[in-house]
Structure formats: structure tokens, C-alpha cells
């Protein structure tokens, strides 16, 4: 399936260890990597208009009566991407039409390679009005809803672990697969994009902080577009950002050649082991929580000092058990924190 997507799109595939993976990266400039919304073009996302090549409405009835908890909210989504520097000009869909258009060639593709064949008529269809590398830069006739994933690092008396968990099967989709904390889809929270600061990167990722790792409830339509910077663990963080004891770098952005979509890629890496300290004591006055989003008891810190270490604490073959943009987005994050780290020490 790899090597069909690599000929098929023409494109470097991101390898690690020996293997390919069905991703393709576009990677910041140096001067880019400490501003995450330097990826993001100037120019305000507007609406999309809903002329999609191809459209499963089956795939999305399925997910709809398998999990009753989706819910439609509106999402950034891929309009272009440029280089020399990266940016990334978006616009405004929903997150069903993603569903319908995107993930459903992630499920045709498997389904085609479980059976033995690489027949994928809804992608056929699609390149006859997009040729496939077009589509590498493009959103054009599919929602292609940009995801943020996020690789959190921290250091433990010393040692500095990264944080992975499997998703619950309340999932739309990766359910039950390992990923990075936090990863989202980027998208505004306020009624209608009312405030034009949600198209930020370093705002979508500090809100899934609070969410994925504090238990700070997800807002559908707050009142207010900074309704959760005041939250106890955010000014802490926040002070530690501004502090230089912490950081927040752009790796990357990974198109995912299953689903055609982009995923911007961020490392929040966390140099005071006071954080960890305060936030994993018994009696801390912000304790770890994981979303519903993520399995129960299924977080794992794994130290990052070299891959052996890293993969020892996990099953075999993690990257089986991850989505592909998830596994590059790890690599590319635990690349950057070890220069990061050796640059500090």
C-alpha cells in the first residue's frame, strides 16, 4: 500500500528505521521553527463551497450510527501549501464533510489491501479531477480538514520522556491507536470564526493541553474565543514558556497520502522538571487528567535519550499501531527535542 502511494504521488516518503511510511513532510525553514503561526498565511480562512469530487455519504451514515458522540464541528481546512518558508493557506469545512471525503479513502485503501487488491474507485475518481500531485499541495474538491499533532516532552528528575496514549474507541477514526498529546483537529470554537484570532496554531495547541492532558471540557461555541487562559495549569505553562524553561517549536507540516490531509507537527517541549513534579504529586493542585478522547490507563512516558530505549516501551512495530502522520510527527518531534536538549545543557 506504501509503495502504491509513493508511485502514485510521486513524492518523498518519510522513512525511519528502514521503513516508509505513507506520508509525505514539508519542512520549516530554521527561522520558522520557534513561531508555530509562522506556518499559517496571513490570509483569514472563509468558507469552502461544497463541491467535493467524490463523497461517501455510506462510510459516513456508518461512523454516524456506529458512534453516536461525532459531532459536526467546523474545521480549518487545506487550501494550499507553500514553500521557502511553509506556509499554509486555509479555509472553513466541517468535520463530516472530512469524514465523508478524506477519511473514507483511508477505508477504502484498507479495505482494498486486506482484500488483495489495491482497487480504489473513490480515489480514481477523485484524481480524474485532481491529478494526484496537485492534491499534494491543494485541498482542492475534498475537505481537507488540517489536523495539529503534538509531541509533549518533559523532563523527569533529569530524564526527559515523551508522552503517547492509545485513542478510545469513541474515536471517529484511529480508535484503539497510539498518538502524540495533544492531537486535534484545528478549527474555531466561536460561533462562525467570530474572532479571527482561533487561526492560530499556538492558540489551538494550548487549548488541547488544558483538554487532552487537564480534563478542562471541550466548549462547542464558547462566548468568549480565550474563554479557558485563565485556567491554573495554563498560566503556568505560560509562564514557562515566556521564561525560556519551556517551548514550543514547529517541525513540520505531514500530508498523510492515506486521507490527503495535512497535519501540522509541534513539539512542546517542557525543560523544568518542577512541571512534572507539581503536576503528577499526589495532592497537585493540577493533576494530569486525559480526555475521553484517550484509553484509560493507556498513557505511557517513555524516556527519549535514543530509539532503542523509546521503542522498548512499547508493543513491537509501534508504527503498525500508530496513523502514519502520528509516527512522523513522533520522530520529527523527538529529533528536535534532542538538539534542543543538547543545545541547553
Known amino acids: 500500500m506504501t509503495d502504491y502511494l509513493g508511485r502514485l504521488y510521486g513524492c518523498q516518503l518519510f522513512a525511519r528505521g528502514g521503513v516508509e511510511h505513507p506520508v509525505t513532510v514539508y519542512y520549516p525553514a530554521e527561522s520558522q521553527t520557534d513561531d508555530v503561526d509562522s506556518l499559517l498565511d496571513p490570509w483569514l480562512p472563509r468558507a469552502e463551497e461544497a463541491d467535493f469530487a467524490c463523497y461517501d455519504h455510506s462510510y459516513l451514515q456508518d461512523l454516524q450510527n456506529s458512534k453516536p458522540g461525532?459531532?459536526?464541528?467546523r474545521t480549518f481546512t487545506l487550501k494550499r501549501i507553500r514553500q521557502s518558508p511553509l506556509k499554509l493557506r486555509g479555509g472553513i469545512g466541517s468535520y463530516y464533510d472530512m469524514l465523508a471525503t478524506c477519511a473514507a479513502l483511508e477505508r477504502e485503501m484498507r479495505d482494498a489491501a486486506e482484500g488483495g487488491s489495491l482497487r480504489a474507485p473513490s480515489r480514481r475518481a477523485y484524481h480524474r479531477r485532481i491529478a494526484p500531485q496537485d492534491s499534494l499541495q491543494r485541498g482542492d474538491k475534498r475537505s481537507a480538514a488540517i489536523g495539529i499533532g503534538t509531541l509533549t516532552v518533559f523532563n523527569d528528575r533529569g530524564v526527559y520522556k515523551a508522552m503517547l496514549a492509545r485513542r478510545s474507541a469513541s474515536t471517529a477514526f484511529d480508535s484503539n491507536l497510539f498518538h502524540v498529546l495533544p492531537?486535534?483537529?484545528?478549527?474555531?470554537?466561536?460561533a462562525?470564526?467570530?474572532?479571527?484570532?482561533?487561526?492560530?496554531?499556538?492558540?489551538?495547541?494550548?487549548?488541547?493541553?488544558?483538554?487532552?492532558?487537564?480534563g478542562l471540557p471541550e466548549e462547542t461555541q464558547p462566548e468568549r474565543w480565550d474563554y479557558f487562559y485563565d485556567h491554573p495549569a495554563l498560566r503556568y505553562l505560560m509562564q514557562l514558556l515566556e521564561a525560556g524553561s519551556a517551548q514550543l517549536c514547529a517541525t513540520g507540516i505531514v500530508l498523510n497520502l492515506l486521507t490527503l490531509r495535512p497535519e501540522i507537527s509541534a513539539l512542546l517541549l517542557?525543560?523544568?522538571?518542577?512541571w512534572y513534579a507539581r503536576v503528577s504529586a499526589k495532592d497537585s493542585d493540577m493533576p494530569l487528567l486525559t480526555a475521553d478522547e484517550t484509553l484509560e490507563g493507556s498513557l505511557v512516558m517513555a524516556p527519549i535519550a535514543n530509539d532503542e530505549d523509546f521503542l522498548a516501551h512499547f508493543p513491537p512495530d509501534l508504527h503498525l499501531i500508530m496513523p502514519a502522520q502520528a509516527t512522523a510527527t513522533m520522530w520529527l518531534c523527538i529529533d528536535r527535542a534532542r538538539r534542543e536538549i543538547n543545545r541547553t545543557a
Open 70 to 73: 461525532l459531532y459536526n464541528g
Open 183 to 190: 492531537a486535534m483537529m484545528f478549527g474555531p470554537t466561536t
Open 192 to 214: 462562525e470564526f467570530g474572532d479571527p484570532r482561533e487561526w492560530s496554531v499556538k492558540h489551538q495547541i494550548l487549548r488541547e493541553v488544558l483538554e487532552e492532558l487537564f
Open 270 to 274: 517542557i525543560h523544568d522538571p518542577a
